[in-house]
T-cell receptor, first 113, second 113 residues
Framework: ELKVEQNPLFLSMQEGKNYTIYCNYSTTSDRLYWYRQDPGKSLESLFVLLSNGAVKQEGRLMASLDTKARLSTLHITAAVHDLSATYFCAVVPNTGTASKLTFGTGTRLQVTL | NAGVMQNPRHLVRRRGQEARLRCSPMKGHSHVYWYRQLPEEGLKFMVYLQKENIIDESGMPKERFSAEFPKEGPSILRIQQVVRGDSAAYFC???????????FGQGTRLTVV
C-alpha cells in the first residue's frame, strides 16, 4: 500500500521567515502534486511535478521532486500571513490507475504577524 | 467554463437515511473521481468513473456506498443507511483523460446526526 507522509504536520512561523515542508512516499512515482486548502474550502492546485529534478516556483513557494529519494519539498520564502492554509502533497504511482491520487496527511501552516 | 460543480454543499442526514451527492464535471471532462476527507485528515480515494463505467472502486466501502456516472447527467455518490462515521467532506474531481491533472469541486459536507 502506497504511503505518503508529510512533515511537519503543523507549522507555526513568523512572517518573513523561511521554512520547508517535506513529503515522502513509499513507491516509485514520477508524478507529484501540491495542493493548498483553506478551511472549509476545496483544493487549489499549486504545482505539478512530472520528473526527477523538477523544480517549480510561484511567488514565495517553490516545489521540487527527487524521485530517487522519493521526496518532494515545498519551500516557503519570506512567509506572509496570506500563506496560512493546509498544504497537501499527492502522489500518483507509476503502476495502477493513472490519475488516482494518494494524499499525504497535510501540513497546517500558520503564519503569524 | 464553469468548474467542477458539486451539490449540495452541505447535507444533514439522520442515521439510517440515504445521502445522494452530485457532481457535474467540467465541460469536456469524462473522468470523475470521488474522494472523502475526514476531519483533520487528508483526502482518501474512493472511486474513479468514466461515462457509464466504474474503472476503479478500490477505495469504496464494501457496503452501503455506490457510485454512478450515467451517459447523461451528473455523477452520483450514494450512501445508504448513513451512520455517524460517514460524516465527512466528499470531494469530486474531474479530468479530460487519464494522467491529466484533476480539478476539484467545492465539496459536499455531510453531517449525520
Amino acid at each position: 500500500e502506497l504511503k505518503v507522509e508529510q512533515n511537519p504536520l503543523f507549522l507555526s512561523m513568523q512572517e518573513g521567515k523561511n521554512y520547508t515542508i517535506y513529503c515522502n512516499y513509499s513507491t516509485t512515482s514520477d508524478r507529484l502534486y501540491w495542493y493548498r486548502q483553506d478551511p472549509g474550502k476545496s483544493l487549489e492546485s499549486l504545482f505539478v511535478l512530472l520528473s526527477n529534478g523538477a523544480v517549480k516556483q510561484e511567488g514565495r513557494l517553490m516545489a521540487s521532486l527527487d524521485t530517487k529519494a522519493r521526496l518532494s519539498t515545498l519551500h516557503i520564502t519570506a512567509a506572509v500571513h496570506d500563506l496560512s492554509a493546509t498544504y497537501f502533497c499527492a502522489v500518483v504511482p507509476n503502476t495502477g490507475t493513472a490519475s488516482k491520487l494518494t494524499f499525504g496527511t497535510g501540513t497546517r501552516l500558520q503564519v503569524t504577524l | 467554463n464553469a468548474g467542477v460543480m458539486q451539490n449540495p454543499r452541505h447535507l444533514v442526514r439522520r442515521r439510517g437515511q440515504e445521502a445522494r451527492l452530485r457532481c457535474s464535471p467540467m465541460k469536456g471532462h469524462s473522468h470523475v473521481y470521488w474522494y472523502r476527507q475526514l476531519p483533520e485528515e487528508g483526502l482518501k480515494f474512493m472511486v474513479y468513473l468514466q461515462k457509464e463505467n466504474i474503472i476503479d472502486e478500490s477505495g469504496m466501502p464494501k457496503e452501503r456506498f455506490s457510485a454512478e456516472f450515467p451517459k447523461e447527467g451528473p455523477s452520483i455518490l450514494r450512501i445508504q443507511q448513513v451512520v455517524r462515521g460517514d460524516s465527512a467532506a466528499y470531494f469530486c474531481a474531474s479530468s479530460p483523460s487519464q494522467g491529466f491533472p484533476a480539478f476539484f469541486g467545492q465539496g459536499t459536507r455531510l453531517t449525520v446526526v
